[in-house]
C-alpha cells in the first residue's frame, strides 16, 4: 500500500541550529502539505505545494521556515534558526487536486529544540 | 476564516457503550467536513468525510456523522465502542475551492473494559 513517507522521525537540536525534514508523498499526488502540530493542539497548515508551486504560505514563518519542492515530487521543510517555540511533530500529507480528496499523511518528524 | 471547535479534549467510556465526539465549525461560505483518526504512535487517517448529498455519513468501522447546517455541527457516533477505538480523533474543515485542513484541537476517546 502506497504511504507518504517522511524523515527523520525524530529530531532533537539546540536552538539556534539548522534542521530540515524530508518528505516523499504518494506516487501520482499533485497536491503535497506541511502541517505543524503542536502537543495538545490540532494540525496547523504551513505549506501548500500544488506540483511545484506554492499554492498557500500564509502561515508559515518565513524568516526562519522555508519549504521548496523542486520537481514536484519530494519536498523539503527547513528551520533556519530553529528556536523552542519549534518544538513540534511536522506532518506532511499529500492528495490528488480535487477537492474534498482524501489527504494522506505521513508519520511526521518529531522536533525538540533544547 | 474558519475554525473547529471540539468541545471535549477527552472522553472516558466503556468497552460497548454508546459515545459522542461533538464538533462545531463556524465559516460564512461552504465547507467539506472530515474526521481523522491518530491510533497511537500512528499517523492520521481519514475516518469519513461530507462533501454533499446524504448529511449522515458512515465508516467501516461504524463509526458515522451528521452534518447539520443550521446548528453548523458534524457531531461523530458509534453506539456501541470497542477497546481498539482508542485514539485521538480530530474533526476538520476545508473551504470549497481550497483543499488545505483547518483542524480542531482534538478528542482522546479512552474506551475501557
Known amino acids: 500500500e502506497a504511504e507518504v513517507a517522511q524523515s527523520p522521525r525524530y529530531k532533537i537540536t539546540e536552538k539556534s541550529q539548522a534542521v530540515a525534514f524530508w518528505c516523499d508523498p504518494i506516487s501520482g499526488h499533485a497536491t503535497l502539505y506541511w502541517y505543524r502540530q503542536i502537543l495538545g493542539q490540532g494540525p496547523e497548515l504551513l505549506v501548500q505545494f500544488q506540483d511545484e508551486s506554492v499554492v498557500d504560505d500564509s502561515q508559515l514563518p518565513k524568516d526562519r521556515f522555508s519549504a521548496e519542492r523542486l520537481k514536484g515530487v519530494d519536498s523539503t521543510l527547513k528551520i533556519q534558526p530553529a528556536e523552542l517555540g519549534d518544538s513540534a511533530m511536522y506532518l506532511c500529507?499529500?492528495?490528488?487536486?480535487?477537492?474534498?480528496?482524501?489527504?494522506?499523511f505521513g508519520p511526521g518528524t518529531r522536533l525538540t529544540v533544547l | 476564516a474558519q475554525s473547529v471547535t471540539q468541545l471535549d479534549s477527552q472522553v472516558p467510556v466503556f468497552e460497548e457503550a454508546p459515545v459522542e465526539l461533538r464538533c462545531n465549525y463556524s465559516s460564512s461560505v461552504s465547507v467539506y467536513l472530515f474526521w481523522y483518526v491518530q491510533y497511537p504512535n500512528q499517523g492520521l487517517q481519514l475516518l469519513l468525510k461530507y462533501l454533499s448529498g446524504s448529511t449522515l455519513v458512515e465508516s467501516i468501522n461504524g463509526f458515522e456523522a451528521e452534518f447539520n447546517k443550521s446548528q453548523t455541527s458534524f457531531h461523530l457516533r458509534k453506539p456501541s465502542v470497542h477497546i481498539s477505538d482508542t485514539a485521538e480523533y480530530f474533526c476538520a474543515v476545508s473551504l470549497t475551492g481550497r483543499r488545505a485542513l483547518t483542524f480542531g484541537s482534538g478528542t482522546r476517546l479512552q474506551v475501557q473494559p
Open positions: 500529507a499529500s492528495s490528488f487536486p480535487g477537492q474534498g480528496s482524501e489527504q494522506f
